[in-house]
């Protein structure tokens, strides 16, 4: 009977561990809350980080999100790989404005990519980014101190300073912009990947629609405030180029 209490606690003490257990990284690391950004409550600042990401990982390539956002650049070599991306642009925009003003020559250069991001390599990788941030006329104020990233010491103002970037990078001509509304057939990206077609026509109409939304019909036949609701739903279908929030606030 003691055995079998003692088995029981076991598998109690199991089933409490799974979660954490599955928020190890790969290498068998401890998650961190650092890492991600769990411990950030104001919702302003996790719309930034939100459009960081998909920015970034346009431009890279690369899924960024919340969860990975940090791990993936702590080693300095995706800011070096975007400042390369945006060094492209700056050179274009110094050879057709009349009044570019001081600007980077050239990106990063001889830069680490499998590097850990503890490591003096990942020091430098950051270091280089954060000088050609200064040529890129990225204020002062709004540049991290390196232990923000490398100590996890300040991960928002890591954001921030990359936030920066990408406006500058939009100053000097670069397509990508940070601040533009993103398309919500971008919502539907993933679901259309994990379920295939059955979300073609709602990611087709949002981003352009190509064929003809179907009407809606059905009604609630409550007058309650659900029926409200219901009606601002069918306002969004029928209007896809209008942002959800502009039309509830009406």
């Known amino acids: 009977g003691w055995a079998l209490l003692m088995f029981s ?15 190890r990284g790969k290498t068998g690391g401890k998650y961190d809350r650092r890492m991600s950004f769990d411990d950030i409550k104001d919702e302003r600042m996790l719309v930034m980080v939100d459009k960081l990401c998909v920015w970034m990982g346009t431009i890279l390539g690369e899924k960024l999100n919340r969860e ?37 020559r050239k990106a990063p250069q001889g830069y680490k990519l499998d590097v850990s991001g503890r490591s003096m390599e990942a020091r430098e990788n950051v270091m280089k980014f954060l000088n050609w941030a200064r040529e890129l006329r990225v204020p002062e104020s709004s540049i991290f101190s390196p232990d923000d990233l490398l100590k996890l010491k300040g991960k928002m103002n890591v954001v921030n300073t990359l936030l920066a970037v990408a406006r500058r990078a939009k100053d000097c001509g670069m397509a990508a912009d940070i601040d533009a509304p993103p398309k919500i057939a971008n919502a539907f990206q993933g679901l259309e990947e994990k379920f ?35 009606q601002k739903i069918d306002t969004i279908l029928q209007l896809p180029g209008k942002p959800s929030y502009e039309i509830f606030r009406a």
């Open 9 to 23: 606690y076991y598998n109690e003490y199991k089933s409490y561990l799974s979660p954490i257990m599955s928020r």
């Open 68 to 104: 990975n956002l940090i791990s993936q650049i702590r080693n300095g070599a995706f800011m070096c790989r975007l400042a390369e991306e945006i060094q492209e642009a700056v050179d274009s925009y110094k050879n057709t404005a009349d009044e570019p003003g001081s600007l980077p």
């Open 196 to 230: 295939g077609k059955k979300f073609d026509h709602t990611a087709a109409a949002f981003g352009g629609a190509k064929s003809q939304l179907k009407t809606v019909t059905t009604k609630l036949n409550s007058s309650s405030a659900w029926k409200i609701v219901q």
